[in-house]
T-cell receptor, first 115, second 118 residues
Framework: DTEVTQTPKHLVMGMTNKKSLKCEQHMGHRAMYWYKQKAKKPPELMFVYSYEKLSINESVPSRFSPECPNSSLLNLHLHALQPEDSALYLC??????????????FGSGTRLTVV | AQKVTQAQTEISVVEKEDVTLDCVYETRDTTYYLFWYKQPPSGELVFLIRRNSFDEQNEISGRYSWNFQKSTSSFNFTITASQVVDSAVYFCALSEAGRGSTLGRLYFGRGTQLTVWP
């Protein structure tokens, strides 16, 4: 299995809703990432987990709450989002934080629309 | 300062033309990795190539080739005999291996939208 699987592929949520994005990989990678990508922009790093511990938080608002329950799974919990949070959310993984061998593998993303 | 610069925002070519996408990077680390990703309209980032800073050998993979030159801090990508299916946004990216605070960060350029017309 050489994939990063993200669910759901599309999500529409209201500003008062609570939802979660899920990311899963079974490549034995120990670093996992969340990126946010707005239209016609490059991906922007949000969070980095290394060995299930949060190692980088790019000053992301608290309405985004990451969780890494185990080495294969990464969640992003969403609460009280704003319309400007609508974007493509990409998950990625790598063997370690230094991409010496396998580089980064990205999932196909979740397109989030906040209404 | 932008660590990765892709000066070409949009490029349009006609099928079978060759096209080169430029990428210039900036880093003080001696160990780093450079990447190219393709992003079709579906959104997935498709990995194309990874190069480490100690390997300046150019690479060819089918119609794709990459020219890595440390002297000019460039990592350019050429598509030979372009096809309509090559239409996508292409991102160049940099990862630094030498500093704790930057470990794991992937710095993306702004991307180049390539459109190949039939």
């Amino acid at each position: 299995d050489t994939e990063v699987t993200q669910t759901p592929k599309h999500l529409v949520m209201g500003m008062t809703n609570k939802k979660s994005l899920k990311c899963e990989q079974h490549m034995g990678h120990r670093a996992m990432y969340w990126y946010k990508q707005k239209a016609k922009k490059p991906p922007e790093l949000m969070f980095v987990y290394s060995y299930e511990k949060l190692s980088i938080n790019e000053s992301v608002p608290s309405r985004f709450s990451p969780e890494c329950p185990n080495s294969s799974l990464l969640n992003l919990h969403l609460h009280a989002l704003q319309p400007e949070d609508s974007a493509l959310y990409l998950c990625a993984s790598s063997q370690g934080r230094v991409p010496g061998h396998g580089g980064y593998t990205f999932g196909s993303g979740t397109r989030l629309t906040v209404v | 300062a932008q660590k990765v610069t892709q000066a070409q925002t949009e490029i349009s070519v006609v099928e079978k033309e060759d096209v080169t996408l430029d990428c210039v990077y900036e880093t003080r680390d001696t160990t780093y990795y450079l990447f190219w990703y393709k992003q079709p309209p579906s959104g997935e980032l498709v990995f194309l190539i990874r190069r480490n800073s100690f390997d300046e050998q150019n690479e060819i993979s089918g119609r794709y080739s990459w020219n890595f030159q440390k002297s000019t801090s460039s990592f350019n990508f050429t598509i030979t005999a372009s096809q309509v299916v090559d239409s996508a946004v292409y991102f160049c990216a940099l990862s630094e291996a030498g500093r704790g605070s930057t470990l794991g960060r992937l710095y993306f350029g702004r991307g180049t939208q390539l459109t190949v017309w039939p």
